[in-house]
């Protein structure tokens, strides 16, 4: 009889997939690092900027929908390979972009193939993996992510003292189509096409349905309870530490704690870091005990805390500041948890469908919130330049963060209207 596959084959098969996640998330928070560049290359202002970072949220959040549909009926394989290679394509043009336009239309390519990263891992997971490591596995491709943020942060800092932005981004672009390559040669969809046994609950099944029936799924799972407020919850503290640590967190910190680049890079880092440690834990920590809404609720309002702190506390010591954003980054952790919250909720037959649509909602917080925080930059700037690029006072953030921490007050509170699943599928 065939044995399922050595938990070496199947991380093998799903660190392909992490790897592409991780040149996502890397792309996704770039232009943390390079914000003065790209005001100055591209002659933009706060909003501008705002608006081509987040090139790459509206077409990711667009992609969501129609990525978990795909992953149901394609498969992982398939999916994570097209979407490396136009990935690699997106960042090509945006590397070479001579004008704003080519810079967002690069974006907008990076951000709507990169979209299938994280719904491709999921998918790999509940094919490779006993079903009791779903929510563990989802907390370690989170991780996975953000290594990638974490690579543009610091890191990618330093290496701008030696080359300039766009060269590092075409060795990204390589680097991509390298990892869509590998995927295509060594990744399988099932165990079984590696000559394993697929699991039980997991086996591939002839797949018959219309594309109606496809797009009826969509609809289907907004008739479970507790979906509709499920779709709403992550955006909510996703759109604050994105926001902050993927775009405005630099120059804040630079311009009111008089920190260097790379040391306001270092702190933003740290949050990302204590992020990816805080998905694998509150993943572990609920499958242990058996719980998810509680231990949301609970993660959810550490790192609502934590942000509130970073940004109405001014003058803060610098461990002081320090151990917010690490609190906010780790209990930020727990949005992992929609997905097995949300998993738990529908059909096996709908999981991809419901992965993206989730995917979608929680990428609707910074989707909104980097131009929105632009925006508001630009109305309340008092006219101050330094190096031809703007500074923004004390008094103009806090009234841009606002609305970040609004967004995820409102979250929390639609997480009240969810029921507990007990870590079991209850449909």
């Known amino acids: 009889m065939k044995i399922t596959p050595p938990l070496k084959i199947a991380w093998f098969v799903w660190g392909l997939g992490a790897l592409f996640y991780m040149i996502g998330f890397f792309q996704r928070v770039a232009p943390a690092v390079m914000t003065e560049e790209l005001m100055r290359d591209f002659n933009i202002s706060a909003a501008a900027l705002g608006n081509l970072s987040g090139f ?114 075409l060795l990204s672009a390589v680097a991509t189509f390298m990892i869509g390559l590998a995927v295509w040669i060594f990744a399988r969809d099932f165990p079984s096409e590696k000559g394993y046994a697929d699991f039980a609950e997991n086996s591939p099944a002839p797949d018959k349905k219309s594309r109606g029936q496809l797009i009826g799924g969509i609809f289907k799972v907004f008739k479970y309870k507790s979906i509709i407020p499920l779709f709403f919850v992550p955006g909510g503290i996703i759109g604050c530490l994105l926001t902050f640590c993927g775009l405005w967190g630099v120059p804040f910190l630079k311009t009111h704690y008089n920190l260097s680049t790379h040391q306001a890079a270092v702190l933003t880092s740290a949050a990302l870091v204590a992020w990816g440690i805080g998905g694998p834990f509150f993943g572990w920590l609920s499958d242990r005990i058996g719980m998810r809404k509680s231990i949301y609720i609970a993660g959810y309002t550490a790192a609502l805390f934590g942000c509130s702190v970073v940004f109405f506390i001014p003058g803060l010591p610098l461990p002081v500041l320090m151990g917010a954003l690490i609190l906010t980054g780790f209990s930020s952790g727990c949005v992992i948890l929609t997905f ?32 929105a925080v632009g925006w508001v930059l630009d109305q309340k700037w008092q006219g101050a330049m330094e190096n031809g690029v703007r500074i923004y006072s004390l008094s103009t953030y806090q009234t841009g963060f606002t609305l970040m921490v609004l967004w995820a007050a409102l979250s929390l509170g639609s997480l009240l209207f969810t029921r507990e699943t007990h870590c079991r599928q209850t449909v």
């Open 340 to 371: 097995a919250f949300a998993k738990e909720l529908v059909p096996i037959s709908l999981a991809g469908t419901i992965s993206g649509i989730i995917n979608m909602g929680q990428m609707i917080g910074p989707t909104l919130m980097q131009p």
């Open 56 to 169: 790459y949220f509206y077409s990711y959040v667009i992609m969501q929908i129609p990525t978990g549909i795909i992953a149901d009926t394609w498969g992982p394989r398939r999916l994570l390979t097209l979407g490396a290679l136009v990935a690699g394509t997106g960042i090509l043009i945006f590397a070479l972009a001579p004008q704003i336009i080519w810079a967002n239309i690069g974006r907008f390519l990076v951000g709507g193939s990169v979209a299938v990263a994280f719904v491709g891992c999921l998918k790999v997971s509940m094919n490779w993996f006993p079903p009791r490591y779903f929510a563990m596995v989802s907390g370690m491709a989170l991780l996975a992510g953000l290594l990638g943020a974490i690579l543009a942060g610091t890191p990618l800092r330093l290496l701008m003292d030696f080359f300039d932005w766009r060269t590092l981004m």
